[in-house]
């Protein structure tokens, strides 16, 4: 079966289309042009933002002229991770999607669910004049995964809507009605070199198979940070015998909880059996420790080859005990919200090269003050050690509204429809919603979606029935839209 006849067919249909486009963040250009021309070939109206945010106005369905308007918001980019063994160009190639069983998931590298399933929806309301609803305002926002550029230069004058329905949450029994806030934090430093030692060996050390994932929902689940690991295993080594780091290369994206990592280190070769040892016993004790979450992790090591400089003793030192500190994982749950993930910090990426050392990780809080604690945290890690900071893209989290009137009829409605009671809550993750409240003074939000499983990794998958429930439930909202 082709996904476009999966049901519902216009929504999978428009999901295929949209897939086939690269569209990685702050790489907008092909899927603004797309979308552009969708709008247009409905005559519809149809403008790009100064920052390139796209948005398609439709008009009410005839008898719903007097409801509300509603924004529906959904991101243009996603995030772009693969397989180390894939061979794959997000720049140039549309993704390989895989139907298995009630899943949708693309051939080792994200699917792009997030939020190709909110844009595809979007699509699916402004190409049909079969379903009812009020007059609609899209808004394809762009550069959502890597800063919330979109969102943070969003021109709030553009629109009319007094209830946006955002269509990011990944789980179809959740109504999402706050979220955390983020901040960058990216480090540099040179360090000295020296030539690898006469009578050395050289070993290649790698993890593999770690799930990732998305670094604000997944972030409590206890998974591994290659990075992490990465560093656990050369501070043991460097504690016990005497090795010299050559590289480190380690993670990927930001906001993605960094599944592979590879170094490079050279060992005096009547050391090499004592390496070997030390290495596969910290291995054994980190397959032990992480062995109900990550059954499939891969940690090797074996002999290779580098004509490359290594890191002099003192800097190895001073980097591998900054690495070592930083912390990684969830700082604080929040006291408030049972079952919240307050504040975290995830270590994404590390490279040793060359003479640099940088690094890239990402702080959220939904408490401002306790994500300005966690940044504060991770950067006297690293300035503790000499390396320049440099902290940016700090967006602000959205606030909860327990008493919003959307958030009233849509639990009603869930109620009615599934005969059980929504989890209303506000999540870990970086949705845009605090973003454009600010904006969007006055704008009643809420956030729902089908259920996404491993968004920001290459496991990423949607599930088709639920897809199917959250479009019936997204139709039956736009019928009880009130009257302005």
Same mark, same amino acid.
């Given at each position: 079966m082709k996904i476009q006849e999966l049901e519902p067919k216009a929504l999978w249909g428009h999901f295929a289309d949209l897939n086939a486009v690269p569209r990685p963040s702050k790489k907008e250009e092909k899927v603004i042009e797309f979308m552009l021309n969708f709008g247009k070939s409905l005559n519809l109206e149809t403008v790009q933002d100064k920052i390139g945010n796209v948005i398609i106005k439709k008009p009410a369905s005839k008898g719903m002229e007097d409801r509300t308007t509603v924004i529906l918001q959904s991101h243009l980019d996603m995030v772009h991770q693969k397989n180390g063994d894939t061979l794959f160009d997000f720049d140039t190639q549309g993704i390989e999607m895989l139907i298995e069983g009630d899943w949708v998931t693309a051939n080792g590298t994200t699917l792009g669910a997030d939020n190709g399933i909110g844009v595809a929806s979007i699509m699916a309301l402004l190409s049909t004049n079969e379903i009812p609803h009020p007059a609609l305002e899209a808004m394809l926002t762009v550069d959502e995964e890597t800063g919330m550029t979109g969102a943070k230069y969003l021109d709030g004058s553009k629109y009319e809507g007094k209830i946006l329905l955002n269509l990011d949450t990944e789980d179809d029994d959740e109504l999402s009605i706050g979220c955390a806030g983020g901040i960058d934090t990216n480090t540099s430093y040179t360090y000295s070199q020296e030539e690898v030692k006469p009578n050395s060996s050289v070993f290649e050390i790698s993890i593999k198979g770690l799930l990732g994932g998305h670094s604000g929902m997944d972030i409590d689940k206890g998974r591994g940070n290659a990075n992490k690991l990465m560093t656990r295993i050369l501070y043991n080594l460097k504690s016990e015998v005497e090795v010299q780091l050559i590289s480190f290369d380690g993670g990927s994206l930001r906001n993605a909880i960094p599944r592979e990592a590879t170094s490079? $280190?050279?060992?005096? =070769? *009547? #050391?090499? =059996? &004592?390496?070997? /040892? $030390?290495?596969?016993?910290? $291995? #054994?004790?980190? &397959?032990?420790?992480? &062995?109900?979450v990550e059954s499939h992790l891969t940690i090797a090591i074996s002999e290779s080859t580098s004509t490359s400089s290594a890191i002099s003793n003192s800097d190895f030192v001073k980097i591998i005990n900054s690495l070592y500190s930083a912390p990684n994982g *969830?700082?604080?749950? /929040?006291? #408030?919200?049972?079952?919240? *993930?307050e504040s975290s910090s995830s270590l994404a990426r590390v490279i040793i090269k060359e003479g640099s050392f940088v690094t890239q990780s990402l702080q959220r809080s939904s408490v401002e003050s306790t994500k300005a604690d966690v940044a504060n945290t991770i950067r006297s890690a690293f300035e503790t050690m000499g390396a320049e900071v440099v902290q940016s893209g700090d967006y602000p989290g959205w606030q909860p509204n327990p008493n919003s009137p959307i958030l009233k009829i849509m639990v009603e409605l869930?109620?009615?429809?599934f005969n059980e009671e929504p989890q209303v809550k506000a999540c870990h993750a970086g949705l845009e919603c605090g973003i454009l409240g600010e904006h969007l003074p006055g704008v009643d939000m809420i956030s729902f979606g089908p259920n996404i499983r491993a968004a920001h990794s290459p496991d990423e998958k949607v599930q088709i029935s639920s897809v199917q429930k959250y479009w019936g439930y997204l139709l039956e909202v736009l019928l009880l839209i009130p009257k302005a």
């Open positions: 490079f $280190i050279a060992v005096q =070769s *009547v #050391d090499k =059996s &004592k390496v070997e /040892s $030390i290495v596969n016993e910290v $291995i #054994d004790l980190l &397959k032990f420790e992480l &062995k109900t *969830v700082f604080r749950m /929040s006291p #408030d919200i049972e079952g919240l *993930v869930y109620r009615k429809l």
